[in-house]
């Protein structure tokens, strides 16, 4: 198992030891995610669970068979948990937003708001987009003419709000609707228009092919008249709000403003923990090259303190030697010769080098200060 920073890297035949020896709702939040999180895990990969009551009938007594690993899991897959912790929002840092009032008609409407309704234009299957000109970027709105105008009104209703709050909203240069939050936070939002699958009836003439096959209907998707209100970030905040059969997207305005905020503080909590992350990281690598420039250093000095410690036997040796054949010291090309591998083990001695350079000269700086 190797964990990190907002993730664990557990292999099946680990997962399967860990969800046998511990309830799940336990081992869940020790990799940071839900109950049924883990076990789409361990659907996904083949790996049998304990059932209902196991547990207790576990620490009553009785001696339960565990199912084995089956073969068609792949034991050594590796499979990478991430955390899907919502992260805590103080209550104090949290701003109070009423109900917005969304106007039914556009009227004095927001330049950005104005802006995108000028340029945008219909498809043959009446789906909006914009024509993107030099200089000119329209609001994130995905939808067909019939919700068009009232996803223009929604849009219109959020940005005032949100800059009264004192927020900011642009279009950034990708041409994406953005929030600019008061911490500097930027978060991207956009409205689109939800999709429902569709069952229809194959043509005999135009289908014959598919008929032949087998099949009876096709699937396509066409648009809901029901409008998205979504967040970028994947904070743990709540990100999404839509039309319901009870409750239109209007209504839900004043939690998606106060939702703004919050993201923006979980934004900010997320970049710090990044940075913080990522300067232990740069000071356990700074630490790793010092260990190695060191182990570097120590090589080379193991290196030249063999070289000298051999020099030195072999002067030695070599004086010893000549003094026992001539019955006198060593003279002339000899002494010269002995003279300069004397120089060369002085130069190569790294005991000596160590101590001119750390010991003696703090001595002498130390002196200097007194």
Same mark, same amino acid.
């Given at each position: 198992m190797n964990k990190g920073d907002g993730w664990t890297d557990v292999s099946v035949e680990e997962l399967?030891?860990?969800?046998?020896e511990k309830p799940i709702h336990t081992l869940s939040k020790e990799f940071g995610?839900?109950?049924v999180g883990l076990a789409k895990i361990c659907k996904r990969n083949n790996i049998p669970r304990p059932e209902r009551g196991y547990w207790a009938r576990l620490h009553s007594g009785q001696k339960i068979k565990t199912p084995p690993l089956p073969k068609s899991a792949s034991r050594n897959h590796v499979i990478r948990i991430t955390k899907?912790?919502?992260?805590?929002?103080?209550?104090?840092?949290?701003?109070?937003?009423?109900?917005l009032i969304v106007p039914d008609s556009l009227s004095n409407a927001h330049p950005l708001v104005e802006i995108t309704r000028k340029h945008a234009r219909f498809d043959k299957k009446e789906a909006a987009f914009?024509?993107?000109?030099?200089?000119?970027?329209?609001?994130?709105?995905?939808?067909?003419?019939?919700?068009?105008?009232?996803?223009?009104?929604?849009?219109?209703?959020?940005?005032?709000?949100l800059e009264r709050e004192g927020l900011q909203v642009i279009i950034n240069k990708s041409g994406v609707t953005c929030i600019i939050a008061s911490n500097g936070e930027n978060i991207e939002f956009s409205?689109?228009?939800?999709?429902?699958?569709?069952?229809?009836?194959?043509?005999?003439?135009?289908?014959?092919?598919?008929?032949?096959?087998?099949?009876?209907?096709?699937?396509d998707y066409i648009p809901s008249g029901k409008l998205h209100l979504e967040l970028g970030g994947n904070t743990g905040v709540r990100s999404r709000w839509r039309d319901t059969d009870k409750r239109p997207l209007e209504k839900a305005l004043g939690d998606f403003v106060?939702?703004?905020h919050k993201n923006a503080i979980a934004l900010r909590q997320r970049h710090? @923990?990044?940075?913080?992350? +990522? &300067?232990?990281? /740069? @000071?356990?690598?700074?630490? +790793? &090259?010092?260990? /190695?420039?060191?182990?570097?250093a120590l090589e080379r000095q193991l290196t030249n303190f063999r070289y000298t410690e051999t020099l030195g036997r072999y002067i030695h040796a070599l004086r010893k030697g000549i003094a026992n054949a001539t019955g006198r010291e060593p003279e002339g090309k000899a002494a010269e010769w002995l003279a300069w591998l004397e120089c060369r083990a002085k130069n190569y001695d790294p005991v000596k080098a160590y101590i001119n350079t750390y010991v003696l000269q703090k001595n002498f700086k130390e002196g200097e200060n007194d």
């Amino acid at each position: 198992m190797n964990k990190g920073d907002g993730w664990t890297d557990v292999s099946v035949e680990e997962l399967y030891q860990l969800i046998w020896e511990k309830p799940i709702h336990t081992l869940s939040k020790e990799f940071g995610i839900s109950d049924v999180g883990l076990a789409k895990i361990c659907k996904r990969n083949n790996i049998p669970r304990p059932e209902r009551g196991y547990w207790a009938r576990l620490h009553s007594g009785q001696k339960i068979k565990t199912p084995p690993l089956p073969k068609s899991a792949s034991r050594n897959h590796v499979i990478r948990i991430t955390k899907t912790e919502t992260i805590k929002i103080p209550l104090e840092s949290t701003p109070r937003s009423s109900e917005l009032i969304v106007p039914d008609s556009l009227s004095n409407a927001h330049p950005l708001v104005e802006i995108t309704r000028k340029h945008a234009r219909f498809d043959k299957k009446e789906a909006a987009f914009v024509m993107f000109q030099e200089n000119i970027r329209c609001l994130s709105i995905h939808t067909t003419r019939n919700t068009f105008e009232r996803a223009l009104c929604v849009m219109d209703a959020v940005i005032k709000t949100l800059e009264r709050e004192g927020l900011q909203v642009i279009i950034n240069k990708s041409g994406v609707t953005c929030i600019i939050a008061s911490n500097g936070e930027n978060i991207e939002f956009s409205i689109r228009e939800a999709l429902k699958k569709e069952q229809i009836a194959l043509d005999p003439i135009k289908d014959r092919f598919s008929i032949s096959v087998g099949h009876t209907h096709r699937t396509d998707y066409i648009p809901s008249g029901k409008l998205h209100l979504e967040l970028g970030g994947n904070t743990g905040v709540r990100s999404r709000w839509r039309d319901t059969d009870k409750r239109p997207l209007e209504k839900a305005l004043g939690d998606f403003v106060i939702c703004v905020h919050k993201n923006a503080i979980a934004l900010r909590q997320r970049h710090l @923990e990044w940075e913080e992350w +990522r &300067r232990q990281r /740069e @000071e356990e690598a700074q630490l +790793r &090259r010092e260990e /190695e420039q060191k182990e570097k250093a120590l090589e080379r000095q193991l290196t030249n303190f063999r070289y000298t410690e051999t020099l030195g036997r072999y002067i030695h040796a070599l004086r010893k030697g000549i003094a026992n054949a001539t019955g006198r010291e060593p003279e002339g090309k000899a002494a010269e010769w002995l003279a300069w591998l004397e120089c060369r083990a002085k130069n190569y001695d790294p005991v000596k080098a160590y101590i001119n350079t750390y010991v003696l000269q703090k001595n002498f700086k130390e002196g200097e200060n007194d």
